[in-house]
């Protein structure tokens, strides 16, 4: 069972950044597409960004330019920069797992980003 386990969540006002970090507790972090949704009230769950173990990154249209995705082979972490934040940025940012082995699919619990003046 892969434990993915999120930090750096928080209130920021528009403009302001913060980095999400997830760690994740596996035997081989290559082995592993990784990355972010999110979740706003009422809405469904969005992609944020994927990373892959080839350095491959891929993401959503409303966070282009704005975040980075990045990730650490000895920590077995995956990073969100996010920089510029704007109010509909709010939402339950939760860290993923796809093992490319089996497909199996693993969700961290999530961490809330509030962006509010």
């Known amino acids: 069972q892969v434990q993915l386990v999120e930090s750096g969540g928080g209130v920021v006002q528009p403009g302001g950044s913060l980095r999400l970090s997830c760690a994740a507790e596996?035997?081989?972090?290559?082995?592993?597409?990784v990355g972010w949704y999110r979740q706003a009230a009422g809405k469904e769950r969005e992609l944020v960004a994927t990373?892959?173990?080839?350095?491959?990154?891929n993401y959503g249209d409303s966070v282009k330019g704005r975040f980075t995705i990045s990730r650490d082979h000895v920590r077995k972490t995956v990073y969100l920069q996010m920089n510029s934040l704007k109010v509909e940025d709010t939402a339950v940012y939760y860290c993923?797992?796809?093992?490319?082995?089996?497909?199996?699919?693993?969700w961290g619990q999530g961490t809330q980003v509030t962006v509010s003046s």
């Open positions: 990373s892959t173990d080839g350095g491959g990154t």
């Open positions: 993923y797992a796809i093992d490319i082995r089996n497909r199996e699919h693993y």
């Open positions: 596996v035997t081989i972090f290559a082995y592993y597409v």
